[in-house]
């Protein structure tokens, strides 16, 4: 059996988007949480969000199966199956399907997208941070089909390759997906996208050559991806995010809405770090970052704070700007 309590606030965050996306649908929704362990994270959703009609919670292992069933059977609308999570049960489609396994989602995410119903949303999270960040990137390119980012970009870095794994995995099956809230977080990413028929459109998914790149360095091992190179975020789902009242993790889901609802003003690949910029261009002081923020926007530009590290920023500006900012900062 698994249940971590470090994963609180994001099962917080869950139901605050929950009930942001669902919340006024009265004809109440669908959801399906596909390797549930105890089930806390579906049963959750199911009886905070109010969001929810009914939520099938399924788990392959006897002993974690038999915890979940007891579990579930307090909450009325959960049922609970023994069963492997790859497979689709037929009671689908759902509105909302949750792929949070212990490691890679791979091996479960053709059967979630498949399970998902156009216009529903899917839940995916990825703990194989070594594999996605880079450490492994063997595993990386066997897994995901991509190359890896090494350094401190590396964890977006393995959100992107999520993300774009996610997109050619539903094209397959003649859909698309849209971000509507994805993270880094500690050990672990996490998206949620909402998934619908495909359209002729391509996904913004593609590699980056470190040598025509014009955002944040991201090394010189490239090149990287296929990565997602689109928005992270649904920027008025974003501002809709509300702390929920059963939130187990008040002040730390609360702070980490806040820096999203800015992020997703400036909801560009990748991001800059003051002292990382000083490095690069030698500069003796590296500039405040509420100095580069206000000094960007005054040029124009979009800017604001990541969630991603907390010196770090997003910008729209092109990189020569950034650096031309940076060093008007510099002590004469």
């Known amino acids: 059996m698994f249940y971590n309590p470090a994963m609180a606030g994001d099962r917080d965050l869950a139901v605050a988007l929950a009930r942001a996306r669902f919340g006024a649908d009265t ?7 596909v390797a549930a362990a105890t089930g806390v994270r579906g049963l959750r959703l199911l009886h905070e969000s109010a969001a929810f009609k009914s939520f099938f919670l399924t788990e392959a292992n006897d002993e974690a ?17 023994q069963r ?21 989602p791979a091996p479960f ?3 979630a997208i498949g399970a998902v119903r156009p216009g529903g949303v899917l839940a995916v999270t990825a703990t194989d941070m070594m594999v996605l960040a880079g450490v492994q990137r063997g595993a990386c390119e066997r897994r995901y089909a991509a190359r890896p980012i090494r350094g401190r970009l ?5 959100l992107r390759i999520l ?3 996610l997109a050619r995995e539903a094209r397959l099956q003649g859909r698309s997906v849209r971000p509507l809230l994805s993270y880094t977080r500690d050990h672990h990413v996490r ?7 495909a359209v002729a459109a391509a996904d913004p998914v593609d590699v980056i050559e470190p040598e025509t790149w014009g955002g944040p360095s991201v090394g010189d091992q490239g090149p990287y991806g296929p990565l997602w190179l689109g928005p992270l975020f649904n920027g008025d789902l974003v501002g809709e995010l509300s702390l929920p009242p059963s939130a187990a993790r008040v002040k730390e889901t609360e702070t980490f809405l806040v820096r999203l609802r800015e992020e997703s003003d400036a909801d560009v690949p990748f991001y800059y770090e003051s002292n990382r910029l000083a490095g690069e261009l030698r500069l003796r002081v590296p ?16 800017a604001a704070r990541t969630h991603a590290r907390p010196e770090g920023f997003r910008t729209d500006a092109p990189r020569p700007v950034v650096e031309t900012v940076a060093r008007s900062f510099e002590p004469s």
């Open 27 to 33: 004809r109440r929704s669908s959801g399906w949480e």
């Open 65 to 81: 199966a038999q915890v979940l069933a007891r579990n579930a059977a307090r909450f009325p609308g959960a049922t609970t199956e």
């Open 163 to 165: 993300l774009a794994y």
């Open 287 to 302: 500039p405040s970052l509420p100095s580069l923020l206000g000094a960007l926007r005054g040029k124009g530009y979009r």
């Open 191 to 197: 998206a949620f996208v909402e998934v619908n028929i």
């Open 109 to 111: 995410v053709a059967g």
């Open 84 to 104: 492997d999570g790859r497979v689709p049960p037929t009671t689908g489609p759902f509105d909302y399907v949750d792929v949070d396994p212990y490691g890679t």
């Open 154 to 158: 590396s964890p977006e870095g393995g």
